[in-house]
Nanobody, 111 residues
Framework: VHLEESGGGSVQTGGSLRLSCAVSGFDIASAFMYWYRQPPGKEREMVGRISSTGKSTIYLESVKGRFTISRDNAGNTLYLQMTNLKPEDTAVYSC?????WGQGTQVTVSS
């Protein structure tokens, strides 16, 4: 089982990025999936969660209205669209299912 994130990078305040999480080794179609992030020097926090059908999502309060989680079950891929990025969004972003984690992708937002 393998989760691999991509799409991170460096942007300025107000910019956008789209993260992807390619999943192999299990079928995500029946699974709730999660995005987490760990800012430098801080604890990891859940950014959001999406239900197996994609019809239900929840978000960290500070990203509501700016971040959108989506999924492509046929492609076994999870996405995180991030808009209006702020310096406090700087973190390593990882996708997750249960005890399975990706290696993470760095997002850096400069002011």
């Amino acid at each position: 089982v393998h989760l691999e994130e991509s799409g991170g990078g460096s942007v300025q305040t107000g910019g956008s990025l789209r993260l992807s999480c390619a999943v192999s080794g299990f079928d995500i179609a029946s699974a709730f999936m999660y995005w987490y992030r760990q800012p430098p020097g801080k604890e990891r926090e859940m950014v959001g969660r999406i239900s197996s059908t994609g019809k239900s999502t929840i978000y960290l309060e500070s990203v509501k209205g700016r971040f959108t989680i989506s999924r492509d079950n046929a492609g076994n891929t999870l996405y995180l669209q991030m808009t209006n990025l702020k310096p406090e969004d700087t973190a390593v972003y990882s996708c997750n299912r249960g005890s399975i984690w990706g290696q993470g992708t760095q997002v850096t937002v400069s002011s």
